[in-house]
């Protein structure tokens, strides 16, 4: 029986999170979707993704396996207002991917400061709108203000399954490599 493996999928508001575990997942994902309502009007910033009209109010599950293990997928809700329940959804896990949309980086920010804060070996995936991506991995390392070198950065596209697959696996090979290196993921 392979182990099981819990990782995080985070990000802010409208990044991708939803379509990322549901592109990859080999079960139906579990999703906590709600309608977006005047309620958000003023609370709620959709400039850049107008389109969206559902948002996570809780969190997205899915799962895939890999050769080496049953990687457990928790999509975290990007809101700010729902982001009390990232400490909850933390628990267990053994890494995450921070996706980030490069149209809207500042969004990225708590998102990235949340996992280097709790010492959680995190990825961060660029989310290629359009198959296009203005800015190099480093370009993002820098913007993003990484303080680990080694955080990997990774393109993707969060609606196409072999690439989100790549992410994980980029995600894997990080904790392996940190596992080789000694180091211990939290404090």
Known sequence: MLPSVKLLIAGGFGVGKTTAVGAVSEITPLRTEEQLSEAGVGIDDLT???QKTATTVAMDFGRIT???AVLMLFGT???ERFWFMWDDLLRGALGAVVLVDTRRLERSFAAVDFFEHRRLPFVVAANCFFKQQRFTPEQIREALALKDPETPIVLFDAREE???RDVLL???????AIAERGQTARV
């Open 48 to 50: 850049g993704i107008e």
């Open 66 to 68: 890999v050769p080496e």
């Open 77 to 79: 809700p990007g809101q």
């Open 162 to 164: 072999d690439s989100v």
């Open 170 to 176: 980029a995600l894997m090979d990080h904790l392996i």
